[in-house]
T-cell receptor
Framework: KAGVTQTPRYLIKTRGQQVTLSCSPI?????VSWYQQTPGQGLQFLFE???????NKGNFPGRFSGRQFSNSRSEMNVSTLELGDSALYLC???????????FGEGSRLTVL | GENVEQHPSTLSVQEGDSAVIKCTYS??????FPWYKQELGKGPQLIID?????GEKKDQRIAVTLNKTAKHFSLHITETQPEDSAVYFC?????????FGSGTRLQVQP
């Protein structure tokens, strides 16, 4: 069974640009969550989607947004990039809203 | 919101020794406490978890204990091996939002 797939794995952007990251959950998983990992702030919850609806949102500015499609694939978007947005963005999926989270390898974003 | 504190931030042990990592949480409504292991260049991987209606859980060399009254939980790794070297994160879960601890870098010296 394929794991959680995140694309792209690495990307470099400049300040002011926007970026879209993609996450394909494990087949059959309907819940997708996104996390930001930085050396200074650690792992922080961004948002969770289930059945195409955002169910929870962390304390991030409105520049961070996401969506989930009918096939459970999810995307997150960061607009007007700032240097501080440089991080590893992790996606995690689970079968429902109570089970174990399975993480992908992450998308490493560098903002110059 | 929830706040999770994790100690120590780094831990170095000799192969075969035990390692203990401790976490405290603030939100008494948190009811699920997973532990993740993250190796370099990889995403976190769940290694063991415990729910609030259980005090202790063991899986081979790994065990987790939970004290709901004191709001703390611990990870115990016995007979450590070099492949246990990684960063370990605890988390407290309320609903579907995980709040992670700051991580412990475990180094097992051969």
């Amino acid at each position: 069974k394929a794991g959680v797939t995140q694309t792209p794995r690495y990307l470099i952007k400049t300040r002011g640009q926007q970026v879209t990251l993609s996450c394909s959950p494990i087949s059959g998983h309907r819940s997708v969550s996104w996390y930001q990992q930085t050396p200074g702030q650690g792992l922080q919850f961004l948002f969770e989607y289930f059945s195409e609806t955002q169910r929870n949102k962390g304390n991030f500015p409105g520049r961070f947004s996401g969506r989930q499609f009918s096939n459970s694939r999810s995307e997150m978007n960061v607009s007007t990039l700032e240097l501080g947005d440089s991080a590893l963005y992790l996606c995690a999926s689970s079968p429902d809203r109570t089970g174990e989270l399975f993480f992908g390898e992450g998308s490493r974003l560098t903002v110059l | 919101g929830e706040n999770v504190e994790q100690h120590p931030s780094t831990l170095s042990v000799q192969e075969g020794d035990s390692a203990v990592i401790k976490c405290t949480y603030s939100d008494s409504a948190s009811n699920y406490f997973p532990w993740y292991k993250q190796e370099l260049g990889k995403g976190p991987q769940l290694i063991i978890d415990i729910r609030s209606n259980v005090g202790e859980k063991k899986d081979q060399r790994i065990a987790v204990t939970l004290n709901k009254t004191a709001k703390h939980f611990s990870l115990h790794i016995t007979e450590t091996q070099p492949e246990d070297s990684a960063v370990y994160f605890c988390a407290a879960v309320r609903g579907r939002a995980l709040t992670f601890g700051s991580g412990t870098r475990l180094q097992v010296q051969p």
